[in-house]
Nanobody, 124 residues
Framework: QLHVVESGGGLVQPGGSLRLSCAAS????????IGWFRQAPGKEREGVSC????????NYAPSVKGRFTISRDNAKNTVYLQMNSLKPEDTAVYYC?????????????????WGQGTQVTVSS
């Protein structure tokens, strides 16, 4: 069974960068579509970006366009979310999620496996 663990979160000043990692064990990530989601206090979990099984990419959050980039390294069984030009409104817990369905979706129940999340705080 697939198990995913996020890392790379932390406290960063506005304009800074972070790279989040979603490391998998128990199965090969290239059999899954992997999505990044985030949830800010008092808000619903929202889709940020996704990489499909065939390598296709979908971006769901207009506010991160041009700033966040998803990538996958199947050799390392890891998916990354590079976040640049961070803003205070990017503050949230970031989750990665996986589905065997292969294609991307921003719909939370679509995903079968979830990590515990990593906190990203953007503040001066």
């Amino acid at each position: 069974q697939l198990h995913v663990v996020e890392s790379g979160g932390g406290l960063v000043q506005p304009g800074g960068s972070l790279r989040l990692s979603c490391a998998a064990s128990g199965s090969l990530l290239d059999d899954y579509a992997i999505g990044w989601f985030r949830q800010a206090p008092g808000k619903e979990r929202e889709g940020v970006s996704c990489t499909a099984k065939n390598g296709g990419i979908a971006n769901y959050a207009p506010s991160v366009k041009g700033r966040f980039t998803i990538s996958r390294d199947n050799a390392k069984n890891t998916v990354y979310l590079q976040m640049n030009s961070l803003k205070p409104e990017d503050t949230a817990v970031y989750y990665c999620a996986a589905t065997t369905k292969g294609y991307c979706s921003a719909y939370v129940p679509y995903y079968d496996y979830w990590g515990q999340g990593t906190q990203v705080t953007v503040s001066s």
